[in-house]
């Protein structure tokens, strides 16, 4: 037994790693290069909200068949990131969180989901922030902590998504990131970051991001301010869209003013189709690097609202031409340079949290915060029970054993996850398997409106949060059937 201990410890200390990267300044920081690190990143959330089913033991990242061969197709693309939304904490997350791992890709954890006691609502908050919704947030925080590739936490998801939920919302979301941070500082051995994740809707994005950023006079390290501050991003849309039109500069000036991080948690306008991401370049060009820390394009698998890379039928993954559009997008990008810039060094000191810094009529300025809530103390003080803890561990076959077809049909025979060394994370041209390209009839670069959906103005903005406002009554329509 003794003998058999020792061998798993031992081989656990020689699994290679990702680079744990820090947050300094307004960059995220590789210790080991000194260099400013972009996310090149994917939303990841198989199945759609219906993809995170506690009661079936299903999540995102339960699977290994499926991390393996969706982490090999992301490799090949240079993605080096991937947000997971639903987590379930009690389920192992071990072979997958180690795949990515392997491959090169960081986890950017929501530690909230659609359902009931999962989330602060935009809706009421103080009805949702009770001790066991802590519990189940502090639970996804220990279940990631000990990978290290977990980059950050989000501590909430477009909760105020309009001026109507910035009345009340505000000082719940500076809460949760308070008592998570304390948890992480008192029971978690690396200080993983915490960030949120804003709804892009500018009458509330200034103020949100100022309310979130701020620090309260006299507090250097107030532990209520986020970490990171994202935003999910559909403004720029169509190939004739610029830096310009799109608003990308209006953001990137407006962001040249921040305390922390700043990346988008989600990206990739489909209105018109086909998208042919132009603004990655923009995003991974000169103007925006210095700001921004790149972005998260939403989304992996092809659902209902058509932000698909790749569909999937039962267990047979066909590629489509947005991931191929992307791929060559991609492939274009000096990865090695983008990677290798040096942080702004910026002494960064954030806003004093007062009143005044708030200017929207409406939105919430005052600074006091709610309370933890009765009996949620202890669970800080003294660590949840159960704990779950996850590990790396060995992942033994590199090679996709799932069906994975390129957009013509063809069953690709050569796919795998590419294990990098010590130290690594992914980018374009580390995995070389041949994934297909764009067909032809779909390939052009110019026009653009094919049509699909003239609706330009709001679809893409209401997109997520219109997914959490038909999720969050099923949710509670399934616990109370
Ligand atoms: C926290 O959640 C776990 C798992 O559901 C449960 O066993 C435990 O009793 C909960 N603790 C509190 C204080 O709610
Ligand atoms: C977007 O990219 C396509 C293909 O490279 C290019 O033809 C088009 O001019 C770009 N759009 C703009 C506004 O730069
Ligand atoms: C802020 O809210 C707290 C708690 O609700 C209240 O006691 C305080 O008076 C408020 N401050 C201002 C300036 O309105
Ligand atoms: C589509 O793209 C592929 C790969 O970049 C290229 O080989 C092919 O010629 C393009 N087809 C058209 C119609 O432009």
Same mark, same amino acid.
């Given at each position: 037994?003794l003998?058999?201990?020792?061998?798993?410890?031992?081989?656990?200390?020689?699994?290679?790693?990702?680079?744990?990267l820090?947050?300094?300044?307004?960059?995220?920081?590789?210790?080991?290069?000194?260099?400013?690190?972009?996310?090149?990143?994917?939303?990841?959330?198989?199945g759609g @909200?219906?993809? +995170?089913?506690?009661?079936?033991?299903?999540?995102p990242?339960?699977?290994?068949d499926?991390?393996?061969?969706?982490?090999a197709l992301?490799?090949?693309?240079?993605v080096?990131?991937?947000?997971?939304?639903?987590?379930? !904490?009690y389920?192992n997350?071990?072979?997958?969180?180690?795949i990515?791992?392997?491959?090169?890709i960081?986890?950017?954890?929501?530690v909230?989901?659609?359902?009931?006691?999962?989330?602060?609502t935009?809706?009421?908050?103080?009805?949702?922030? +009770?001790?066991?919704?802590?519990?189940?947030?502090?639970?996804?925080?220990?279940?990631?902590s000990?990978?290290?590739?977990?980059?950050?936490?989000?501590?909430?998801?477009?909760?105020?998504n309009?001026?109507?939920?910035a009345?009340?919302?505000? !000082? +719940?979301?500076?809460?949760?990131?308070?008592?998570?941070?304390?948890?992480?500082?008192?029971?978690?051995?690396?200080?993983?970051?915490?960030?949120? $994740?804003?709804?892009?809707?500018?009458?509330?994005?200034?103020?949100?991001?100022?309310?979130?950023?701020?620090a309260?006079?006299?507090?250097?390290?107030?532990?209520?301010?986020?970490?990171?501050?994202a935003?999910?991003?559909?403004s720029?849309?169509?190939?004739?869209?610029? +830096?310009?039109?799109s608003?990308?500069?209006?953001?990137?000036?407006?962001?040249?003013?921040?305390?922390?991080?700043?990346?988008?948690?989600?990206?990739?306008?489909?209105?018109?189709?086909?998208r042919?991401?132009?603004?990655?370049?923009?995003?991974y060009?000169?103007?925006?690097?210095?700001?921004? @820390?790149?972005g998260?394009?939403?989304?992996w698998?092809?659902?209902?609202?058509?932000?698909?890379?790749?569909?999937?039928?039962?267990?047979?993954?066909?590629?489509?031409?947005?991931?191929?559009?992307?791929?060559?997008?991609?492939?274009?990008?000096?990865?090695?340079?983008?990677q290798?810039?040096?942080? @702004?060094n910026?002494?960064?000191?954030?806003?004093?949290?007062?009143?005044?810094?708030?200017?929207?009529k409406g939105?919430?300025?005052?600074f006091?915060?709610?309370?933890?809530?009765?009996?949620?103390?202890?669970l800080?003080?003294?660590?949840?029970?159960?704990?779950?803890?996850?590990?790396?561990?060995?992942?033994s076959?590199?090679?996709?054993?799932?069906?994975?077809?390129?957009k013509s049909?063809?069953?690709? $025979?050569d796919?795998?996850v590419?294990p990098?060394?010590?130290?690594?994370?992914?980018?374009?041209?580390?995995?070389?398997?041949?994934?297909?390209?764009?067909?032809?009839?779909d390939?052009?670069t110019?026009?653009?409106?094919n049509g699909?959906?003239?609706?330009?103005?709001s679809?893409?903005?209401?997109?997520? !949060?219109?997914?959490?406002?038909?999720?969050?009554?099923?949710?509670?329509?399934?616990?109370?059937?």
């Amino acid at each position: 037994m003794l003998f058999k201990s020792l061998v798993v410890a031992l081989a656990a200390t020689l699994v290679t790693a990702v680079p744990s990267l820090e947050v300094k300044g307004t960059d995220f920081v590789n210790p080991d290069t000194g260099k400013k690190f972009q996310i090149v990143g994917i939303a990841y959330q198989p199945g759609g @909200s219906a993809g +995170y089913d506690p009661k079936t033991g299903k999540d995102p990242l339960s699977h290994a068949d499926t991390c393996l061969r969706d982490a090999a197709l992301m490799q090949v693309i240079g993605v080096n990131t991937i947000r997971v939304y639903n987590l379930d !904490p009690y389920i192992n997350h071990d072979e997958c969180a180690s795949i990515f791992n392997a491959a090169g890709i960081y986890m950017i954890i929501d530690v909230n989901s659609p359902l009931v006691g999962e989330a602060i609502t935009s809706f009421e908050p103080w009805t949702s922030y +009770y001790a066991a919704y802590l519990n189940h947030t502090f639970a996804v925080v220990e279940a990631f902590s000990n990978y290290p590739n977990t980059l950050l936490y989000f501590s909430g998801n477009e909760v105020i998504n309009n001026l109507d939920s910035a009345k009340d919302v505000p !000082p +719940y979301l500076r809460a949760v990131t308070r008592d998570i941070k304390n948890y992480i500082k008192k029971n978690i051995k690396r200080a993983i970051p915490v960030g949120y $994740s804003a709804a892009d809707v500018r009458d509330v994005l200034w103020d949100t991001w100022n309310y979130m950023q701020c620090a309260e006079k006299g507090e250097d390290d107030d532990m209520s301010r986020v970490d990171i501050f994202a935003l999910n991003s559909y403004s720029w849309c169509g190939p004739k869209a610029t +830096y310009e039109s799109s608003t990308f500069k209006e953001l990137t000036d407006k962001f040249k003013a921040t305390s922390v991080p700043v990346f988008f948690s989600e990206y990739g306008c489909n209105t018109p189709q086909p998208r042919y991401w132009n603004e990655t370049l923009a995003i991974y060009g000169d103007k925006m690097t210095p700001v921004f @820390s790149g972005g998260v394009v939403y989304q992996w698998t092809e659902e209902e609202n058509n932000y698909g890379l790749v569909e999937v039928k039962d267990d047979t993954l066909t590629i489509m031409d947005d991931y191929n559009r992307l791929k060559a997008r991609w492939a274009g990008i000096d990865w090695k340079t983008v990677q290798a810039q040096s942080p @702004s060094n910026k002494k960064a000191s954030p806003p004093e949290c007062e009143s005044n810094l708030i200017l929207e009529k409406g939105f919430h300025s005052n600074f006091t915060l709610p309370d933890l809530p009765p009996k949620a103390q202890g669970l800080i003080d003294n660590g949840i029970k159960p704990k779950p803890s996850g590990k790396i561990v060995k992942v033994s076959d590199y090679n996709v054993k799932l069906t994975v077809k390129d957009k013509s049909g063809k069953t690709l $025979s050569d796919l795998k996850v590419v294990p990098l060394k010590d130290d690594e994370f992914n980018w374009a041209g580390k995995n070389k398997a041949e994934t297909g390209s764009a067909s032809n009839s779909d390939n052009s670069t110019g026009g653009g409106d094919n049509g699909k959906s003239k609706d330009k103005d709001s679809a893409a903005f209401l997109s997520r !949060p219109m997914m959490w406002a038909v999720a969050l009554p099923l949710a509670v329509m399934m616990i109370f059937a």
